[in-house]
Nanobody, 129 residues
Framework: VQLQAYGGGLVQPGGSLRLSCVGS????????IGWFRQAPGKEREFVAT????????LYADSVKGRFTISRERAKNTVHLQMNSLKADDMAVYYC???????????????????????WGQGTLVTVSS
């Protein structure tokens, strides 16, 4: 599968953005889809993940309650709605896909970067006034 992430941009603190990750070449039916981010000088970190088949989601503590990951079946797309953005959220955001089979109740597997085989190109989110 090929992934294309888009939707990044400049937003003021407290503002919102919606990122999207479109999959092509395969459907997401059995995939786990994750969002990760990397700020300058920092390591890549997990943001949110969704198990496409079950809709189960998991979030990093730093974004819980502010970000929402969702799937749009008709468009083979995963969205990341980001609200109440802070300066600490500024980073390049990457979507990733894993088709490694896991028990249906295993969502935590899809929080680790090493679990993913396919990565999008990244989209920059800048939070600044």
């Amino acid at each position: 599968v090929q992934l294309q992430a888009y939707g990044g941009g400049l937003v003021q603190p407290g503002g919102s953005l919606r990122l999207s990750c479109v999959g092509s070449g395969d459907t997401f039916g059995n995939y786990g889809i994750g969002w990760f981010r990397q700020a300058p000088g920092k390591e890549r970190e997990f943001v949110a993940t969704i198990r496409w088949s079950t809709g189960a989601t998991l979030y990093a503590d730093s974004v819980k309650g502010r970000f929402t990951i969702s799937r749009e079946r008709a468009k083979n797309t995963v969205h990341l709605q980001m609200n109440s953005l802070k300066a600490d959220d500024m980073a390049v955001y990457y979507c990733a896909a894993s088709r490694r089979g896991r028990p249906l109740n295993d969502i935590e597997f899809y929080t680790r970067g090493t679990s993913f085989d396919y990565w999008g190109q990244g989209t920059l989110v800048t939070v600044s006034s």
